[in-house]
């Protein structure tokens, strides 16, 4: 079983920037890593997504604003999150892939407003 532990949330204006982080408990080499966010009264949405190779892909309304990057070494994945808008407000949580095997961290609160 490995643990995902998110960091990095807070409150923040429009316009700013906030990092985060989710550092696991073991390898995240052979994951497939994501960033998903819930909204209050929303379902849970899928923001970015790294593969083992590196391959990026975000979803629509965060592409030229969030970059998503991992560093296998230090067990960590990371969100650099620029230009934020009050619709980024959610729960920001952190998801490791391998075929069925699952794993999810708790959560961070990104919080935009002014």
């Known amino acids: 079983q490995m643990q995902l532990v998110e960091s990095g949330g807070g409150l923040v204006q429009p316009g700013g920037s906030l990092r985060l982080s989710c550092s696991a408990s073991?390898?995240?080499?052979?994951?497939?890593m994501n960033w998903y966010r819930q909204a209050p009264g929303k379902e849970r949405e899928l923001v970015a997504t790294i593969t083992p190779g590196d391959n990026r892909n975000y979803v629509d309304s965060v592409k030229g604003r969030f970059t998503i990057s991992r560093d296998n070494a230090k067990r960590t994945m990371y969100l650099q999150m620029n230009s934020l808008k009050l619709e980024d407000t959610a729960v920001y949580y952190c998801n490791a892939k391998y075929g069925h095997v699952e794993y999810w961290g708790q959560g961070t609160q990104v919080t935009v407003s002014s």
């Open positions: 073991g390898s995240i080499s052979i994951y497939v």
